[in-house]
């Protein structure tokens, strides 16, 4: 079993059997989990001297629901795809398609709202690429 698994793993048993009290203190709960993830998925990466996805993509377009690209699906979605996942946003077992579906958007919705950027839609235009920008 990967050690990304395993995180994982314990993160859905921590959240299945380890929350309680109302849904403003479960969501303070998962996002500090997420951030917790994220932080050991970059120890992780660091480690094993793999990127972390940070400062890796150049995003050029807006990025926005059913887009896809070729056939390939596109790059730029992939790259965003990878980025979400090495911050915990994009569901870790999910494959990086290219195809800019209802999860992407709703990984980069909890993105934009643990990085204050506003209105957090799950679209990724002007306001997420200069927030990605700035931190890569």
């Given at each position: 079993m990967s050690i990304k698994k395993l995180i994982f793993g314990l993160a859905?048993?921590?959240?299945?059997f380890g929350l309680s009290g109302s849904a403003s203190a479960q969501t303070a709960d998962i996002n500090a989990l997420l951030q917790q993830i994220a932080l050991i998925q970059s120890q992780i990466a660091a480690l094993s001297g793999t990127p972390t996805g940070t400062g890796a993509c150049n995003f050029t377009q807006d990025l926005f629901m059913d887009m896809v690209g070729n056939v390939a699906g596109n790059p730029e979605v992939v790259c965003l795809q990878d980025y979400l996942k090495s911050t915990g946003h994009f569901p870790a077992t999910t494959n990086s398609t290219g195809y800019f579906g209802p999860t992407t958007k709703s990984a980069v919705a909890s993105w934009q709202a643990?990085?204050?950027?506003?209105p957090a839609a799950g679209y990724f235009g002007a306001k997420s690429r200069t927030a990605y920008n700035a931190m890569a």
């Open positions: 859905a048993l921590v959240l299945l643990a990085n204050l950027v506003s």
